[in-house]
C-alpha cells in the first residue's frame, strides 16, 4: 500500500484490523481500528448476518515512539436474518484480543517477558503500558504458567540448591510469610518456588518430582536449619548434602556474645562511642584481612569492653569455624573441625557451646564441602598465576570450557585466601610500590588556585620531588593558558639543565591547561609524562596532599589582596615547607635537611612566618 492509512496498518501489525484514524496525543497516542471482515454467518443457522451497530472498546497495546497506545476497536455487533434463529446477536471476536481484556495479547505477552526475562519490577512494567498493577501481574500469570509448568525448562540436575527468602514482611494482620527456592547450582538458575519454610513444605514439592529425577540430584545445598534435613527425606537421602551459612551462624554467636556483654557491662544496647560497638564489624571480618590497624582497635576494643573474655572466645570460636574453610586439604579440615566441635562445646560461655553443638549435629555434611567443592582450588590459583590480567570472570569462563561451574564469588574468595590480588594488580608492583621504588626519579605537578578578597581568581603551578618533598612554584597567573604553561615548564626544565639534575617520571592530571607543548618541554630533558586517570585524585596523592598543607596552614588563614601579595606568601611558605617544616613521610625529617645539634642548656627562639601564623624554633645564638 502507498498510502498514509496503509503504511500505519503495516506498523500496527495486527493482521485482520484496518487502521480508520490516528490521534497523536503529548503522552498517548489513540488508534482507531475496525476488522476487515464485512461479511459475517450465523454460527447457528448459518444465514448470512447483518451488521446491527457498533461497541467501542478500548485496549491497550504495546508503547509506540516513546507514547502510551490505545486501540479503540470499533467492534461490530452482528444480527442474525432469520427470524426463528435463537441466536440473535453476537460481537464479532479476534485472535489478538481476549474478551474483555485490558491488554493485546501481544501487549500481555511482553509484559511477561519484561517481568521474567530483565526481571523488571511489575509495577514500572504497568507504568509504561498505563494499566494498573494486577492487569500487568494477571499478563504474567496467564503467559508465564506454561513457560514454568514447561517440563523441558529445568532438564537433568545434579547439583540442587534449597534456600528461604522472605516473601511478605510481617504487618499488624499477618506473620512473616517465607517461600523456599530450589535452584539449578550449576547451571544458576531457579528451578521453583513454594510458599512456606517448614519441612512438610519441603516434603510436598519433593513428593511430587518425577523419581527419575530426583534420583539424578548428586549434591544438595542447604542451610543448617533442622527442616530442610528433614524435609528432603526420604526422597533426597541418597544425595550428598553440603551446608552453607556455616561461618555466618559463627559470625550470629559473635554477635549474640557482644550484644549480651555490652548490656551486662553497659546497661544498654550498643552506642557509637561504645567499644564493642565500635568494632562490631572488625569482629566479623576474616582476621587474615584485617591490616595492623584494625588488629590493634579490635584489641584495644576487646581489652577496654569485654573483661570476662567472653566475646574473645567467641571470636575465637568464629575464626576455628573460618580455618576449616580456609584449608583445601580434606584430612586437615577434619582434623581442625573436631578441634573447633571440642574447644565450643568445653566453654563456659552458653552461645559458643550452642555453637559446638551446632557444628557436632553437622559435622559430617559440613565436611562434605571439600569433596564437592575444593577440588578446583588448585586450579584456579593456576589459572590466575599463569594468567596475572585475567579477571574473575574470565577465569570463570574458562572453568566453563572445561565443563566445571564455578562462580565469580567462589573465585574471588580463594584467591583472596591465597594471597593473589584482582587483575591486573596480580603482576607487577601496585602503583604505592612504583612510586616508592621510583621516587628518587619522579617529580609531580598540578595547580591550585587562590581567589583574592577583590574576587580575583589566580592559578599556581607546582613541582614536587616525591623522594625528598622538595617543592617548586612555578608560576602564578591569572590565565593559565597553553603558553603560559610551556614557557613556565622551560623555565624548570632550564633550572634542572643548570643544575645538573635528572628525572624519568613526571606525573599530572588529565588538566586541558597542560597542553602537548608542556609535555614536550620535559620529553626535551628525558622526562616521560604519566597521566592520571580521571578522577584519581590519589593517582597524584602527593601534589594533593601539598595542596591540602598549604591551605590549612596557611592561605585559608590569610586574605589574600593581590598577585603580588600571593607571590610573597608562596616565597615565604615554600621557604619554610622546604627548610624547615618536619615531614612523616621523612621521618619528621625536613626536604632540605640541616644539621641538627642537641640544645643543651641554651635557649629556644622563635622566628614568625607570614605574621605569626606559622611558628620556627631555632637555638639562640
Known amino acids: 500500500m502507498d498510502d498514509a492509512i496503509g503504511h500505519a496498518e503495516d506498523m500496527l501489525g495486527l493482521e485482520g484490523f484496518r487502521v480508520l484514524k490516528v490521534d497523536r496525543m503529548p503522552a498517548e497516542m489513540t488508534v482507531t481500528v475496525e476488522t476487515t471482515a464485512d461479511v459475517a454467518g450465523c454460527a447457528t443457522c448459518g444465514v448470512r448476518a447483518e451488521a446491527q451497530d457498533r461497541l467501542r472498546v478500548d485496549i491497550r497495546d504495546l508503547p509506540c515512539f516513546g507514547r502510551t497506545v490505545r486501540l479503540v476497536w470499533l467492534k461490530r455487533r452482528w444480527r442474525c436474518t432469520d427470524p426463528e434463529c435463537r441466536a440473535k446477536t453476537w460481537t464479532e471476536d479476534s485472535e489478538h484480543m481476549a474478551p474483555r481484556a485490558v491488554l493485546t495479547l501481544r501487549a500481555g505477552a511482553e509484559a511477561a517477558r519484561q517481568v521474567g526475562e530483565p526481571a523488571m519490577p511489575v509495577a514500572l512494567v504497568a507504568r509504561e503500558l498505563a494499566v494498573c498493577w494486577w492487569t500487568v501481574m494477571n499478563a504474567v500469570v496467564l503467559h508465564g504458567t506454561p513457560l514454568v509448568d514447561d517440563p523441558g525448562r529445568v532438564g537433568k540436575v545434579k547439583a540442587l540448591g534449597i534456600d528461604e527468602t522472605s516473601f511478605l514482611s510481617a504487618n499488624s494482620e499477618r506473620s512473616t510469610i517465607y517461600a523456599t527456592g530450589m535452584v539449578d547450582l550449576q547451571r544458576r538458575k531457579i528451578i521453583d518456588m513454594v510458599e512456606g519454610n517448614a519441612a512438610s513444605d519441603l516434603r510436598r514439592w519433593c513428593a511430587g518430582q518425577d523419581p527419575v529425577w530426583l534420583e539424578g540430584i548428586r549434591v544438595v545445598a542447604t542451610d543448617l536449619a533442622e527442616s530442610y534435613r528433614a524435609g528432603t527425606a526420604p526422597h533426597l537421602d541418597h544425595a550428598i548434602r553440603v551446608p552453607f551459612h556455616v561461618v555466618r551462624v559463627a559470625n550470629r554467636c559473635v554477635d549474640k556474645v557482644r550484644r549480651r556483654v555490652q548490656n551486662e557491662t ?114 584456579i590459583c593456576r589459572l590466575a598465576q599463569e594468567n596475572p590480567r585475567w579477571g574473575y570472570l574470565r577465569i570463570v569462563g574458562e572453568f566453563r570450557k572445561l565443563g566445571v561451574s564455578v562462580s565469580k564469588t567462589s573465585v574471588a574468595t580463594i584467591l583472596r585466601r591465597h594471597g593473589l590480588p584482582p587483575a591486573p594488580r596480580r603482576a607487577g608492583p601496585t602503583w604505592s610500590q612504583f612510586l616508592s621504588a621510583q621516587a628518587k626519579g619522579i617529580v609531580a605537578t598540578d595547580f591550585f588556585h587562590v581567589d583574592t578578597v577583590l574576587l580575583r581568581r589566580y592559578y599556581v603551578c607546582f613541582v614536587i620531588e616525591i623522594h625528598s618533598r622538595v617543592v617548586h612554584v612555578l608560576g602564578v597567573t591569572a590565565n593559565p593558558n597553553g603558553p603560559w604553561v610551556t614557557q613556565v615548564a622551560r623555565n624548570f626544565a632550564a633550572d634542572l639543565e643548570e643544575a645538573g639534575r635528572r628525572f624519568r617520571f613526571l606525573i599530572r592530571d588529565e588538566d586541558t591547561k597542560f597542553t602537548a607543548g608542556f609535555d614536550e618541554v620535559f620529553a626535551s630533558i628525558g622526562v616521560e609524562t604519566i597521566r592520571t586517570p580521571v578522577r584519581s585524585p590519589r593517582a597524584n596523592a602527593y601534589a594533593e596532599r601539598f595542596v591540602r598543607t598549604i591551605r590549612e596552614e596557611s592561605l585559608d588563614h590569610l586574605l589574600i589582596v593581590s598577585r603580588e601579595h600571593l607571590e610573597s606568601v608562596l616565597h615565604q611558605y615554600i621557604q619554610h615547607y622546604n627548610e624547615a617544616r618536619p615531614h612523616r613521610g621523612l621521618q619528621l625529617a625536613q626536604p632540605i635537611p640541616h644539621p641538627v645539634t642537641a640544645i643543651g642548656g641554651g635557649t629556644v627562639a622563635r622566628r614568625d612566618v607570614l605574621g605569626g601564623i606559622i611558628h620556627e624554633y631555632e637555638r639562640a645564638a
Open 266 to 379: 553497659l546497661g544498654h544496647r550498643g552506642r557509637k562511642h561504645d567499644p564493642l560497638y565500635r568494632i562490631r564489624k572488625l569482629l566479623l571480618k576474616g582476621t587474615e584481612r584485617l591490616d595492623q590497624r584494625g588488629h590493634d582497635r579490635l584489641l584495644l576494643g576487646l581489652r577496654i569492653g569485654d573483661p570476662h573474655d567472653d566475646l574473645l572466645g567467641a571470636w575465637l570460636a568464629k575464626e576455628s569455624v573460618r580455618d576449616v574453610y580456609l584449608t583445601d586439604d580434606p584430612k586437615e579440615a577434619a582434623v581442625l573441625l573436631e578441634k573447633a566441635i571440642t574447644g565450643c562445646r568445653a566453654d563456659d560461655v552458653d552461645e559458643i557451646r550452642s555453637l559446638g553443638d551446632t557444628l557436632q549435629r553437622w559435622r559430617k555434611e559440613i565436611l562434605n564441602h571439600h569433596r564437592t567443592g575444593a577440588p578446583h582450588v588448585e586450579l
